[in-house]
T-cell receptor, first 116, second 115 residues
Framework: EAGVVQSPRYKIIEKKQPVAFWCNPI?????LYWYLQNLGQGPELLIR????????DSQLPKDRFSAERLKGVDSTLKIQPAELGDSAVYLC??????????????FGPGTRLTVL | AQKITQTQPGMFVQEKEAVTLDCTYD???????LFWYKQPSSGEMIFLIY??????QNATEGRYSLNFQKARKSANLVISASQLGDSAMYFC????????????FGPGTSLSVIP
């Protein structure tokens, strides 16, 4: 079974440029998460989707970040314009049902963003 | 507010020895879950083990066991018979058992296994 797929793996852009990350979750997983991981820290949730609905986006900086999950499968996270402080790893994860007591999240390899 | 503390930024262990990675948490909830994830240099977070707050027995998964002390709010990970492939970052995490759950991760511990 294929895992969570993310692309690109690495992205280098200049500040003020836009950037987009793509995530394909594990087939059948209705919950999708985007995390931000700064160097030397644990991941922090940006947004969580239940199917195509964003049920928790309280940590998403909405002035420059946006996300979508059309048709409840693939998802795209966008930053426009990017700032130097956005340099980090962006992780995507998926899970089968967030209502379960034991709800394992499966993570992708992440996209490492460098803003120059 | 919920918080996870991992006080060991870096740890070293000899191959084939056991190692304990510390994790303490802060929550006012009675029902929650605790996780440990491994993150090798490739970047993926790999789920290792889960402990529910009402589970009476400590969780075990192969060489991984979780030393859960609820009164002390600690959930230490024990890795037995360390292998070179265990070298990685290890994150402790917690989730409230509500319908809109959010997983909170600790800052991580870097483990290096020495041959």
């Amino acid at each position: 079974e294929a895992g969570v797929v993310q692309s690109p793996r690495y992205k280098i852009i200049e500040k003020k440029q836009p950037v987009a990350f793509w995530c394909n979750p594990i087939s059948g997983h209705n919950t999708l998460y985007w995390y931000l991981q700064n160097l030397g820290q644990g991941p922090e949730l940006l947004i969580r989707y239940e199917n195509e609905e964003a049920v928790d986006d309280s940590q998403l900086p909405k002035d420059r970040f946006s996300a979508e999950r059309l048709k409840g499968v693939d998802s795209t996270l966008k930053i426009q314009p990017a700032e130097l402080g956005d340099s980090a790893v962006y992780l995507c994860a998926s899970s089968l049902d967030s209502g379960l007591d034991y709800n394992e999240q499966f993570f992708g390899p992440g996209t490492r963003l460098t803003v120059l | 507010a919920q918080k996870i503390t991992q006080t060991q930024p870096g740890m070293f262990v000899q191959e084939k020895e056991a190692v304990t990675l510390d994790c303490t948490y802060d929550t006012s909830d009675q029902s929650y879950g605790l996780f440990w994830y491994k993150q090798p240099s490739s970047g993926e977070m790999i789920f290792l083990i889960y402990q529910g707050s009402y589970d009476e027995q400590n969780a075990t998964e192969g060489r991984y066991s979780l030393n859960f002390q609820k009164a002390r709010k600690s959930a230490n990970l024990v890795i037995s018979a360390s292998q070179l492939g265990d070298s990685a970052m290890y994150f402790c995490a917690m989730r409230k058992k509500t319908s809109y759950d959010k997983v909170i991760f600790g800052p991580g511990t870097s483990l290096s296994v020495i041959p």
